[in-house]
């Protein structure tokens, strides 16, 4: 079975500190991995997307992930949080052998301090 | 401009009544689905639909039902079977390539809140 496991629910960091938003997932064969951020009462916009290709996969604002099979693991980081940065984020593992579904984590609420 | 498109932005039920939730897309996508979110849950699947005409059941159906008439809506009702209504609903797309081995993306909608009466 395939899971995902997001290791805080609340993450705070102060403006222009390095943010590290922990994902670890389970998988039977060669996953497909995501990462979404909610902003309140909005939907999910894609930030990046791992498809077996490079393991350090470059999203959008400033962004970044890195896929290590041997941790199982699909870390976000950024390297200066912004205060637009505040949101949840979903890591994300997709099953493709049914229908594209995707599982997802129950989230890490990020709060930037200034 | 591409996107999806929820309607409306919040709905109230009243006890016993069914309420239905739009999603539209105009990004040509075969593949739509619907989702809940409940604080501290992520998201669950409900229904997904690959192609017209053709839907299948997610892992928490019960209480909904969905069609999907036309490739670009996939609308969502909320019968009264379903006793615990109030949630976030989200509405997604993707495209399907036949064949195709890597993973695609799903796009989200803005999302329609439910709340009961």
């Known amino acids: 079975a395939q899971s995902v496991t997001q290791l805080d629910s609340h993450v705070s960091v102060s403006e222009g500190t390095p943010v590290l938003l922990r994902c670890n997932y389970s998988?039977?064969?060669?996953?497909?991995l995501f990462w979404y951020v909610q902003h309140p009462n909005k939907g999910l916009q894609l930030l990046l997307k791992?498809?077996?290709?490079?393991?350090l996969v470059k999203g959008i604002n400033g962004f970044e992930a890195e896929f290590k099979k041997s941790e199982t693991s699909f870390h976000l980081t950024k390297p200066s949080a912004h205060m637009s940065d505040a949101a949840e984020y979903f890591c994300?593992?997709?099953?493709?052998?049914?229908?594209?579904?995707?599982?997802f984590g129950a989230g890490t609420i990020l709060r930037v301090k200034s | 401009d591409g996107g999806i498109t929820q309607s409306p932005k919040y709905l109230f039920r009243k006890e016993g009544q069914n309420v239905t939730l739009s999603c539209e897309q105009n990004?040509?996508?075969?593949?739509m689905y619907w989702y809940r979110q409940d604080p501290g849950q992520g998201l669950r699947l409900i229904y997904y639909?690959?192609?017209?005409?053709?839907?299948q059941k997610g892992d928490i159906a019960e209480g909904y039902s969905v069609s999907r008439e036309k490739k670009e809506s996939f609308p969502l009702t909320v019968t009264s079977a379903q006793k615990n209504p109030t949630a976030f609903y989200l509405c997604?797309?993707?495209?399907?390539?036949?064949?195709?081995?890597?993973?695609?993306?799903?796009?989200f909608g803005p999302g329609t809140r439910l709340l009961v009466l």
């Open positions: 998988s039977s064969y060669s996953p497909s």
């Open positions: 791992y498809t077996s290709a490079a393991t």
């Open positions: 990004l040509n996508h075969d593949a």
């Open positions: 994300v593992v997709s099953l493709p052998r049914q229908g594209n579904k995707l599982v």
């Open positions: 997604a797309s993707s495209t399907r390539l036949a064949g195709a081995s890597y993973q695609e993306t799903q796009y």
């Open positions: 639909s690959q192609i017209v005409n053709d839907f």
